[in-house]
């Protein structure tokens, strides 16, 4: 399928999603990111849910990284183009920004080539570990910006697709991807 046609697709069943079976998928996530072999490694990059999108509620992965001591790093848009990157704290505050992206206000910035492991949002994947967001590139322009080895683990509500047709030279694959009942490897 098309990207335009997995973004409809994907945004209709997110909506079909009640509350209570987000929460049962989000802690089946955060339970399964347990067992990928990741945790020799210090810096985590998280996103923060957009509530509107009926997104993962990434707080049970967050709640694991600093249970493991590890430095949790969390975005913000600075541009239309790019990300910052902040280490959650004790101090961390938090503003919606006009996206509906909880995001920090301020605090200690961290490089990109710093990161090692990036947990990416995503409205679908494919079985060859291509993801789709929401069309603006965020996520690719930052990984690009990573080190090579940096591993990225998409989250995903729902299973992988075949195929997503129109793959892009810029758009960068994930290493794993993350659904409530499996996890995949690429």
């Not at 067992?35 to 996103?47: A, D, K």
């Not at 999108?53 to 493991?68: N, R």
Request: aromatic residues 10%; negative net charge; contains cysteine.
């Amino acid at each position: 399928m098309l990207k335009k046609d997995l973004r409809l697709k994907y945004s209709r069943l997110r909506n079909l999603i009640t509350p209570t079976l987000l929460g049962q998928q989000s802690i089946a996530i955060a339970n399964s990111v347990l067992q990928l072999p990741i945790w020799e490694n210090q810096y985590f990059h998280i996103f923060l849910p957009i509530e509107k999108k009926i997104e993962i509620d990434t707080e049970g992965i967050i709640s694991i990284l600093l249970g493991y001591d590890k430095n949790v790093i969390v975005p913000k848009v600075i541009s239309n183009t790019e990300l910052e990157h902040y280490l959650l704290t004790d101090n961390t505050k938090f503003k919606t920004n006009s996206l509906n992206i909880p995001e920090p206000v301020d605090g200690i910035t961290v490089p990109p080539n710093k990161i090692d492991v990036v947990f990416i949002p995503l409205l679908a994947f494919d079985k060859l570990g291509n993801r789709i967001g929401y069309g603006k590139g965020y996520y690719d322009r930052f990984l690009s910006q990573c080190k090579a080895n940096v591993i990225k683990i998409g989250l995903s509500l729902f299973e992988s697709e075949d195929l997503i047709e129109d793959i892009e030279p810029t758009d960068i694959p994930l290493d794993y991807c993350v659904t409530p009942t499996k996890t995949y490897t690429f």
